[in-house]
């Protein structure tokens, strides 16, 4: 199996910096702490009939879990940046510094991002965080030649394939069930004792390698589910489905010594064969 990353299935976890809501949405409340202020923000939000997610530019990535995908779509590794220390600015700039590096080391031709809904939430706190931090990335938000090729364009696959994007039709209808659905109807573990609506508390209680476990689970998830995806295009056959689905065993087996969590994953993932024609469609 080739080193060389064609794919990079990844997943984020993120928290609301708190003290930049205060000082943008409540500057003339500085004795506010950071976790009042985004309380008292996600009130007034639910008082307004909104949802109380506090908007992706206000968010700082705590982990990323990077599954590396080789050209015959095996799982290569996964990667989780800036562990065990899990300080944002280095997520971001390991982020988009490693890109760059897999754009050179494929003698140019880039390595695609592949997530469950990154166009939303994902990339844009990655972008942002470009932003904020000053990391340059020429490659990625070039403005130079058609519209179409441009790597952020909505409809470049070759940099960035959103499986959510993929599954809706390009938003025409709705991904219910999220990415915890879509994983299960093929037999993945999809969300297991940890969701997303726990990260901002499990970042206050300091149990950041818990968080770093659930967003590896999730990478991975993320790529059983573009396996799929990539079989119903004729990108791959069934049969490679199948290896693919083993190399993510193997790699969550690899993790399996530091992270209880994958070794759950390893033990609990069992790819759903469909069924034949006398069987049951119902799980």
Not at 79 to 89: A, I
Request: aromatic share 12%; with cysteine; net charge negative.
């Amino acid at each position: 199996m080739s080193d060389r990353a064609a794919f990079l299935v990844f997943d984020l976890e993120s928290v609301v910096d708190g003290r930049l809501v205060q000082v943008s949405r409540f500057p003339e409340e500085p004795q506010l702490t950071p976790a009042e202020a985004v309380a008292k923000w996600q009130g007034m939000l639910r008082d307004s009939g909104k949802s109380d997610f506090i908007p992706h530019t206000y968010h700082l990535p705590v982990s990323v879990a990077i599954a590396r995908v080789a050209e015959d779509y095996t799982l290569i590794d996964v990667k989780n940046l800036d562990r065990p220390k899990f300080r944002p600015q280095v997520i971001a700039r390991q982020f988009w510094n490693g890109w760059r590096k897999h754009l050179d080391r494929n003698r140019g031709e880039p390595p695609c991002f592949v997530t469950f809904n990154g166009r939303f939430f994902d990339l844009p706190v990655m972008e942002h965080c470009a932003y904020r931090f000053g990391i340059p990335v020429p490659e990625w938000f070039t403005m130079s030649g058609p519209g179409y090729q441009q790597p952020r364009n909505r409809f470049n696959t070759t940099f960035h394939f959103d499986v959510q994007e993929f599954i809706t039709n390009a938003g025409a209808t709705h991904a219910n069930g999220g990415l915890d659905l879509f994983t299960k109807l093929v037999g993945g573990c999809g969300k297991m004792d940890t969701k997303g609506s726990m990260v901002q508390e499990l970042w206050n209680r300091g149990e950041f390698e818990r968080i770093d476990d659930y967003c590896t689970c999730d990478a991975i998830d993320t790529y059983l589910v573009f396996l799929r995806c990539s079989m119903l295009m004729g990108r791959i056959t069934p049969e490679a489905e199948i290896q693919g689905w083993a190399s993510a065993k193997r790699v969550a087996e690899s993790l399996a010594p530091r992270s209880v969590a994958a070794s759950d994953y390893a033990r609990l993932m069992s790819r759903r064969e469909p069924p034949g024609d006398d069987e049951s469609a119902f799980l």
